[in-house]
């Protein structure tokens, strides 16, 4: 009996993955045709895009691009989560800072990654300066706000509930603080995570010599669109990756919530 | 006579121009169970804000066993405890480490907290319930986690503010009965507020109605054994006092 359990949890595991990858069956499909149809150059038939692919993996001398911008991606996050933060707690504490902080990260929110690559040019002369520079600048408005909603969004009643205890600073913030504000982190190192994979490969332009933008632009000085493809799909990757470890951080983080047995 | 336990001087609270306590003079001696009665509105949650030292008074002076409840915040670490109306358990812990939240504040070992929030999660029939999260409890069941959280740290000053008003009369009649024994055994100076005349009756020691804006209308101390006569003439009494209070208000 145990036997036809094991089966049918199997059989819906195949199934789940079988739904998943249906839409990318199709896109496949829908490229695979547009190959046979166009000339190579300009639609690569896919086997050759999954070798070139694969080829990046298995070659640590291409492989440390990809390493350098999931690097620079993960840097430039980090150091925006920190200082937006800070930048957030100061913001929840006093109305005059958010009055003064909002306007300038709204202001900051308008300007496009292209023009932080100009100004990070002209403003550093070290290259991982530029890029860090600016992945950390186009993701901070984010962070600033989603950490300020989040810290807005906890529950009055819970938090004079543990002031009623007289909890030092720091007790305040492991027992109610974090806990509280995880799901809204979590969810704004989702969206990040996406927008920093976009902007990088725009920062390695300061004068990157290497990483997956500096590739990129050799595929186009090679002409070579199946080498672009395969590049982009690295990225691609990364992204859905790091996606994936924060939904398995989400589900054992939040084992406590309620599950109704019928959704939405 | 040794200082009063909690000891309100002419203690006025205003939020803007509305005035929610006006000129509060009161003394709670220690080991006293006081009943708190007043109509919704009527300034009962602020009074107690102030009592646990969430509020601070706008004129007038608070003090709880001698000190600032408001200023000296680890002063009363550990000393003051709370049942609120509402639950407020923490979503993500289990019940019993709910129940250990105030232990942990006082830095207590451990296995240490575990054994004393187990043993009042057993006296408030939670037992097998201890690795339960809040949302698999039923309402008695975490408002019984939330007191078990208030006894476990041992404090001398228990305030509820209307524990049991978001419970079904059965429920709350029976946490009710066990709750003021509670309270008797450990020797607890408990400050109950409720806008209920039996709950405050059948729990307090001493009873005080509140007006609007909070003012003293009657203190009475009851007799150790409440005939039901002698209730039922208080409760009379009680009754005219908030009824006089809604003409007031209409007139
Ligand atoms: N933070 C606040 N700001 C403004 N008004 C308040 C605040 N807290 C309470 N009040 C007002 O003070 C009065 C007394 O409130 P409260 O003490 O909660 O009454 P009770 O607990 O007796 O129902 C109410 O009219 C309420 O609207
Ligand atoms: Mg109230």
Redesign the pocket.
Known sequence: MGDSAAQSATSKGVQRILTILAPFALLAGIWHFASTQLPDYLVPPLDRVFWRALAIIVDFSLFKDVLATAGRIMAGLAGAFVIGGVFAVLMHKSRRVEDFLGPILNFFQGIPALSWVVFAIIWFKHIEARILFIMVVTALPAFSFQILSALRAMSKDLVEMVLSFRPTRAKMFRMLVLPSILPEILTSWRVNIGNASRVVVVAELVGATGGVGYRLLEQQQLFDMAGALAWTLQLVFFVLITQKILNLIEAWAFKYRAQSERSL | MSVAEVHFSKVS?F??A?C??EELTLDIEKGDMVAIL????????????MIAGL?DPTSGGVRVQGHDPFREFDWFRGKIAIVFQNDRLLPWRTAVQNVELGLEMLDRPAAERREKAMSWLTRLGLAGHENDYPHALSGGMRQRVSIARAFATDASILLC??PFSALDEITANRLREEFATLVRQNHKTAVF?T?SINEALSIGQRVIV?R???RIALDERLPDKLTSDGAEALRQRIQGILSEEDRVVIS
């Open positions: 609270k939020f803007g509305f929610a306590v007043g109509k919704t509105g009527c300034g009962k949650s602020t009074m107690f804000n509020q503010d209307e507020i806008h509140l609007r804006p909070a």
